[in-house]
């Protein structure tokens, strides 16, 4: 159990947020291949949810009433925290002394400022109405993303022994050169279900890391994405799965854990998803028969 006594750090808020959820995250039920060997096992996820911050300003002519300023995904926690930090570093808060008060209301955060504050709200509008667009909710639209991609979006006959999973980072590393040196950029990868290595692409950031993935076979107007397995060097987040799904990628590995939410939307568009990647083991989040855990196939 997780206690916040935010009204002794904050004391405009005249009410204590109980937390009776397990930390920050939650149990699920997967496979770990090690050594060979399929073993069903209890797994813990960082949980990932979605989180709407609003500004009020009720004295301002005329008065500002939870006005949307962004969605952001989300570990539950510290949520005051993050959103008054948010807005500092969006540069809609110059100061502490600007809030006047902080309304928790499920799934979003209100932060109501004192009168006279004069804020230029346009820009971060646009992004919202962006992450609107971009189907960032608690429940996800799986029919919006299905209606917008215009790529193939049909289960194939996919199927790739357990075995070949394991040679993926190597192959990857080999050619990531720039990473080898640095161990500073993130990587997108597409091997074929041989375990050949396509295409990579890197980033920074993973999410840009899969977009120039992504942008590299939209412009060649190829449908191997659709064939292909995608591997990413790092966790997997909501994000992550949803482009993927964009894609119709089938199949997506990572040597890092996926969140939560991760997990429930690669099971609502029965992608295959296997993290923890690592030399002689992974963990299985879902799969509907692509990996041959009987037979290794090689």
Do not use: W
């Not at 646009?126 to 991609?149: D, M, P, T």
């Not at 993973?206 to 966790?235: M, P, R, T, V, W």
């Amino acid at each position: 159990m997780i206690l916040y006594l935010y009204e002794y750090q904050y004391p405009f808020i005249h009410h204590i947020i109980l937390d009776l959820s397990n930390s920050s995250t939650i149990i699920k039920s997967i496979t770990t291949i090690r050594g060979g060997h399929a073993e069903l096992k209890q797994d813990s996820l960082t949980i990932e949810e979605a989180l709407v911050i609003k500004v009020s300003v009720p004295t301002a002519q005329p008065p500002i009433e939870g006005k949307n300023i962004s969605i952001v995904m989300r570990t539950p926690g510290a949520d005051v925290d993050l959103a008054l930090g948010f807005l500092f570093t969006e540069g809609i808060l110059t100061t502490f002394s600007q809030v006047n008060d902080v309304r928790m209301m499920g799934s979003s955060i209100e932060v109501v400022l004192n009168e006279s504050e004069d804020i230029d709200f346009s820009k971060n509008e646009k992004r919202f109405y962006k992450l609107i667009r971009r189907g960032v909710s608690r429940k996800v639209n799986i029919e919006s993303i299905k209606s917008v991609c215009s790529l193939d979006l049909t289960t194939g006959s996919m199927r790739i022994g357990k075995g070949l999973i394991l040679g993926f980072p190597r192959r990857l590393r080999s050619g990531q050169r720039v990473y080898n040196d640095l161990e500073s950029l993130y990587a997108a990868a597409l091997f074929d279900q041989g375990g050949r290595l396509l295409s990579f692409r890197e980033d920074l950031e993973s999410h840009y890391a899969l977009d120039k993935l992504i942008g590299h076979y939209f412009q060649e107007g190829k449908s191997l994405l659709n064939s292909g397995i995608l591997f990413l060097n790092g966790g997997v987040g909501f994000e992550l799965i949803q482009k993927a799904a964009m894609a119709g990628i089938q199949m997506v590995l990572a040597s890092g854990s996926p969140s939560s939410l991760a997990v429930d939307l690669a099971r609502e568009f029965d992608i295959t998803l296997i993290g923890c990647l690592k030399a002689d083991r992974y963990n299985i989040y879902h799969d509907s028969g692509r990996v041959v855990i009987e037979d290794d196939m090689i």
